[in-house]
C-alpha cells in the first residue's frame, strides 16, 4: 500500500504551510483547528539539533496530531494552492501546466479507503467528514456532499454537540431528581455531555469544549450551505439548538474560559440568563450538588464580588468573536435563500414597503445585524487592511460578503429582468404588480432600492479586489457564489445601463463611448468574471459561472435584438392590415409583447438563484490546458469585432472569432462535455448538451489576432472519448482520474495510487491535448452518408459521439462492410467560402421566436430532435433554434 501520508514530501514544514493555506481560506467555514495544538509536533521537530537528524535512511514521520482519515481530509482542502505538492501529483510539461485538482483528489480518494466501515463517530471522524464534503461541493458532486454533510450532523447530533449542560432551559433541581431516578435504574445520569475536566488544566478543558463547540457549528455552517436551495430543506434550525456561539479567536488561542450568546439571542437575553445560571448554580453549590453527584458543602461565593474567573466573562459587543458573527449573518441568509428560491416577491401578500412583508422583515434583519457591528468590524478600506495585517480577514471577509449577498438576493427581486420597457428603475413590469393609481409607493423607493442592489455588487468587489491585491483572497465555494451574483449583476447593467444611473457596475449614462470601457463600474464587472476565471483550475464549480455569465451576456444581447425586430414587424403588419390585431394571443416579451420577461426568468431561476445543486456530476480530471478564454471574449468596450457587443451600444459584433462555449450549466455543473448518445443519456435529470458548433477557421490574418486556445473543462457523466493526437498518433500519456470507480490512473503524474498495486485500474484511452470543434457553416447543407442511410445535416457536422478529427476504428471486416468499400466513394461537394456579412443576413434572417422546443432544449440541454419532435405532435411548429440547427432547411 502506497503511504499517502508520504514524509518525505509532507515534511513539517510543508504541514505548517498548509495550515496557514487553510486558515487562509477555510478558518470561517471550518474553525475547529487549533492552531497550538495543531502545530506544536511541528515546531518541535523544526527547533531539533541536525545531530538528531543525521540518519536519512530513518525517515522521521512527524506530522501534527490526528488520524490518518483526518490529515488527508485536510489534504484534500489545501493541496491544491500548495505549489509544491500540486507539481508533484500533476508535473507541469511543455504542452499542459498543473492541474491544482488532480492533487487534492488524490488526497480525497485515498481518505475515502474501500476499507473504512465508519463506525463509531467520534469528533475527528466528524471534521473529516465536513473536510470532504466541502471538497465535494466544490467538486461539483452535490448529492455526495449532501449526503456526506448530513452524516457529519446526525454524528454530531448522537454526540449531543447540539447541547451543553449549563445552557439546559431545566432547572438544576429537576436535573437532580433525573439524576438519582437514573442511579436507582443502574443507569448514568450523566448523559452525553463530557464533563470537560482535563489533567492538563483548566484551559485545556476550555479547548477541548470549543473544539466540540467549533465542529458543531462547522455542521451549521455547511448545512446553510448545502440548503440554499427551494428543494434543500435545512436539517438544523435555531430554536432548537442550546449551544453557545465560538467564542473569539483571542480567547480560543490563550485559552481564556468565556461565555458567549447562544443563536438568536441578543446582548439583555444573554446578559440575564447568564445571571440566572449564576444564581441557580451558586444555590445548588451551596446544598453540595455539583454536576450530578454530591459533594460537601463550600461557603458560595458572593455574586456582588463580580469575580466571575469560574464561568468566564460574557463576550458581547465589542468583544464578540467574527466567527460568531458569521454565523449569526449565515442564520440571515438561510431565511433570505429561502424566501428568494420559493418565489420571493411573488409569495407576499403586502407591497415591499408594508413593514408587514417579508421582504421589510428579512431587510430588516440585516440592518440591524449592521447596526450591531463594532467600529473595527465595519466593512472599509482601512479595516479591511487591517485585518489583513492582522490575518482575520478570513472571517471578515465572509461576514460582509454573505451579508452583502443577503442585500442583493432582496433587492433583486424588485427589478425587472429584462427591463427593455423601462428607462428607469421603477419597479416590477410582470404581476404582482404596483401601480401608482392603487398604491401610494414612496417617493424615490425604486431608485433606491436599485441603488442599494448595484452598491451591494461593488462593495463585493471593491472587498475581494482588495483582498487580492494584498494576496488575500478567500477563495471557497460561498466567496465564488457571491462573484459569481456580482458577474451576473454586471451583465445586466452593462446590457441596461439605465437601471444603475449612478454606474456602480457599470458606464453611466451620458458617458462618451470613447472613455466608457475606463469607468470604474465597467472595470469593477469585467473583474469579477476575471475573478471568477482564475477560481477555475482550483474549484470545478467556478468553471460553470463562469460559462453562464458569458452566456448571459449573448442572452440578454439577442434578446434586445429579437425584440427590437419583432416590434418592427408587428407596427408594419398592423399598418398593412389596418390597425386590426395580428394575433388573438398575448405576446411574449421577445415577441415585442409587454412585461418584464417573467416568463423567461422562470426558466433561469435556478440557475441564477441558487447555490450550487444536488446532482452529482461525475467528473474526469484531466491536465489542464495552458491559457483560458480571455475576457475580452466577454466584455469588450472597444469597436473592434469581438463576441460580444461593447458597452455603449447595440452595434452587433463583426464577427465570431472565438470558439463557442458549449451547453448552459447548472451552477455547481462541472463543465459541459460532448453530447452522450440517448442510450448513453442519463436519466436521472443531470444536465444535457447540445453539440457545440464553431465557425470556419478564419484567415492567416485573422489567426495572428486570435487569442490563446480556451480553457479545456473536463468531461461530465462518465463520457470519455478516444482522442487522437493531432499528428495521427496514438499517445500514451492520459490525465489521471480519481473521481469514479471506474477511473484509472495515468502515466502523466509522479505519484501512483494510494491503495497500492491491488487497487490500481488498467489505463484507458488517451487524450489529445487540444480539442477540435464542431464548425457549422449556412445553408445549404450538405448530404451525408450514414450507416443507416441518408441525412442533411449543416456542414462541417460531426456526431457528438465521434470526433471529427479522429478517423473511425472498425473491428473486424464484414461482408456488408466489404461491399460498402468497394462502392464508389461519394462526390466530394465544393466547400463555400463563409462570408461573414452573408451569415449575419442568414441569422437575422430566421424568425427568433422562441417555440416549446426551443425553450426546452435550451434550458435543458437535451437533444433537439427529441424536443423537436414534441413540439411538433403538439401542434407547435419550430423556432429559431431548431432553424440553426437545421440549417435553411428548417428543424
Known amino acids: 500500500m502506497v503511504d499517502a501520508l508520504d514524509p518525505s514530501l509532507l515534511t513539517p514544514t510543508i504541514w505548517s504551510e498548509l495550515f496557514e493555506i487553510f486558515q487562509r481560506h477555510y478558518s470561517a467555514d471550518l474553525p475547529f483547528l487549533h492552531p497550538p495544538t495543531f502545530l506544536k509536533p511541528l515546531r518541535q521537530a523544526t527547533m531539533q539539533p541536525p545531530a538528531m537528524t543525521t540518519m536519512p535512511e530513518t525517515q522521521v514521520n512527524v506530522r501534527p496530531p490526528g488520524s490518518d482519515e483526518f490529515l488527508l481530509a485536510f489534504l484534500a482542502l489545501t493541496a491544491r494552492f500548495h505549489p509544491v505538492i500540486v507539481a508533484h501529483h500533476s508535473p507541469q510539461t511543455a504542452s499542459r501546466p498543473s492541474n491544482p485538482l488532480i492533487a487534492s483528489e488524490y488526497y480525497a480518494c485515498a481518505a475515502n479507503r474501500p476499507d473504512q466501515d465508519g463506525g463509531d463517530q467520534s469528533i475527528e471522524m466528524i471534521q473529516a467528514a465536513l473536510m470532504l464534503g466541502l471538497h465535494e461541493w466544490g467538486m461539483c458532486r452535490g448529492f455526495k456532499a449532501w449526503v456526506r454533510i448530513g452524516l457529519a450532523i446526525r454524528g454530531a447530533q448522537a454526540m449531543g454537540l447540539q447541547y451543553e449542560k449549563d445552557l439546559d432551559d431545566e432547572p438544576n433541581s429537576r436535573s437532580m431528581a433525573l439524576d438519582s431516578e437514573a442511579e436507582r435504574m443502574g443507569l448514568s445520569g450523566r448523559g452525553r455531555n463530557h464533563s470537560f475536566s482535563s489533567s492538563g488544566g483548566e484551559g485545556n478543558a476550555f479547548i477541548e469544549q470549543e473544539i466540540r463547540r467549533r465542529t458543531f457549528w462547522s455542521c451549521y455552517v455547511m448545512d446553510r450551505y448545502l440548503s440554499s436551495g427551494k428543494y434543500r430543506p435545512q436539517m438544523l434550525h435555531a430554536r432548537e439548538l442550546r449551544i453557545q456561539l465560538p467564542a473569539s479567536e483571542r480567547s480560543f488561542l490563550f485559552a481564556e474560559k468565556v461565555r458567549t450568546m447562544m443563536l438568536g439571542e441578543n446582548e439583555r437575553k444573554a446578559a440575564g440568563r447568564s445571571e440566572v445560571q449564576s444564581h441557580r448554580q451558586a444555590a445548588m453549590s451551596s446544598n453540595g450538588y455539583q454536576g450530578g453527584s454530591y459533594a460537601p458543602s463550600s461557603p458560595a461565593t458572593p455574586l456582588q464580588n463580580g469575580d466571575d474567573d469560574k464561568e468566564g466573562r460574557l463576550e458581547v459587543g465589542s468583544d464578540e468573536g467574527l466567527v460568531s458573527r458569521y454565523i449569526r449573518v449565515l442564520e440571515i441568509y438561510g431565511n433570505v435563500v429561502q424566501w428568494s428560491c420559493s ?12 413593514a408587514r412583508s417579508e421582504y421589510q422583515k428579512l431587510l430588516g434583519l440585516c440592518h440591524d445585524f449592521k447596526a450591531s457591528l463594532p467600529r473595527q468590524h465595519i466593512l472599509s478600506p482601512q479595516n479591511t487592511q487591517a485585518h489583513i495585517s492582522m490575518k482575520t480577514q478570513t472571517p471578515y471577509t465572509l461576514v460582509h460578503t454573505v451579508y452583502l449577498l443577503c442585500q442583493i438576493m432582496l433587492h433583486r427581486e424588485y427589478v425587472p429582468f429584462i427591463p427593455i420597457r423601462c428607462k428607469k428603475p421603477e419597479g416590477p413590469l410582470d404581476p404582482p404588480l404596483f401601480p401608482k393609481d392603487r398604491y401610494d409607493v414612496p417617493h424615490g423607493f425604486w431608485e433606491d432600492s436599485a441603488r442599494q442592489l448595484f452598491q451591494s455588487a461593488r462593495s463585493i468587489m471593491d472587498l475581494v479586489q482588495t483582498c487580492q491585491e494584498w494576496n488575500a483572497l478567500v477563495e471557497t465555494p460561498i466567496v465564488g457564489f457571491a462573484i459569481y451574483t456580482v458577474a451576473f449583476d454586471g451583465v445586466y447593467c452593462i446590457n441596461f445601463p439605465w437601471m444603475d444611473p449612478d454606474g456602480y457596475m457599470c ?3 451620458g458617458v462618451k463611448p470613447a472613455t466608457a470601457g475606463q469607468s470604474a463600474g465597467f472595470l469593477a464587472a469585467r473583474k469579477a468574471l476575471e475573478m471568477i476565471g482564475k477560481m477555475r483550475p482550483r474549484m470545478h464549480m467556478a468553471d460553470g459561472w463562469f460559462k453562464t455569465i458569458n452566456r448571459m451576456h449573448k442572452y440578454f444581447r439577442r434578446m434586445k435584438s429579437d425584440y427590437k425586430k419583432n416590434v418592427q414587424q408587428n407596427e408594419s403588419v398592423t399598418s398593412e392590415s389596418d390597425g386590426s390585431p395580428t394575433s388573438s394571443r398575448q405576446l411574449s416579451l421577445r415577441e415585442g409583447g409587454a412585461g418584464g420577461g417573467l416568463d423567461e426568468f422562470k426558466i433561469l431561476e435556478r440557475l441564477l438563484k441558487e447555490f450550487g445543486n444536488l446532482e452529482d456530476q461525475d467528473v474526469e480530471i484531466g491536465e489542464a490546458t495552458p491559457g483560458s478564454k480571455p475576457l475580452d471574449a466577454v466584455y469588450d468596450d472597444s469597436n473592434s469585432g469581438t463576441t460580444v457587443k461593447s458597452e455603449e451600444g447595440d452595434r452587433v459584433a463583426q464577427t465570431d472569432r472565438t470558439q463557442p462555449d458549449g451547453p448552459w450549466n447548472a451552477i455547481n455543473a462541472a463543465p459541459g462535455a460532448t453530447r452522450p448518445t440517448p442510450s448513453e443519456t442519463p436519466g436521472n435529470g443531470q444536465f444535457r448538451s447540445y453539440d457545440s458548433f464553431q465557425p470556419p477557421p478564419p ?8 487569442p490563446p486556445a480556451p480553457y479545456v473543462p473536463a468531461n461530465v457523466n462518465n463520457f470519455r472519448p478516444a482522442y487522437g493526437a493531432p499528428d495521427g498518433s496514438v499517445s500514451t500519456g492520459g490525465p489521471p482520474s480519481l473521481t469514479s470507480p471506474n477511473s484509472l490512473t495515468a502515466s502523466t503524474t509522479s505519484q501512483p495510487s494510494p491503495y497500492g498495486p491491488a487497487h490500481q485500474h488498467p489505463p484507458y484511452n488517451p487524450w489529445s491535448q487540444t480539442p477540435a470543434p464542431y464548425g457549422m457553416q449556412p445553408p445549404p447543407p450538405s448530404i451525408q452518408q450514414s450507416p ?12 457528438s459521439h465521434q470526433h471529427p478529427s479522429i478517423p473511425q476504428i472498425h473491428s473486424y471486416p464484414t461482408p456488408s462492410a466489404h461491399a460498402q468499400a468497394m462502392a464508389p466513394p461519394p462526390p466530394i461537394p465544393v466547400a463555400q467560402v463563409w462570408d461573414p456579412m452573408a451569415g449575419e443576413k442568414w441569422l437575422n434572417s430566421i424568425d427568433t421566436r422562441l417555440g416549446g422546443d426551443d425553450v426546452a432544449a435550451f434550458v435543458d440541454g437535451g437533444d ?4 423537436a ?3 411538433a405532435r403538439h401542434g407547435y411548429g419550430g423556432g429559431w433554434l431548431s432553424a440553426v440547427w437545421g440549417g435553411s432547411g428548417g428543424g
Open 869 to 871: 419532435s414534441m413540439a
Open 343 to 354: 418565489g420571493g416577491r411573488r409569495t407576499e401578500e403586502y407591497p415591499p414597503w408594508d
Open 864 to 867: 433537439m430532435a427529441e424536443w
Open 507 to 509: 458606464t453611466p449614462p
Open 788 to 799: 443507416i442511410g441518408m441525412h442533411q445535416s449543416p456542414p462541417g457536422y460531426a456526431p
Open 699 to 706: 484567415s492567416h490574418q485573422q489567426q495572428q489576432q486570435l
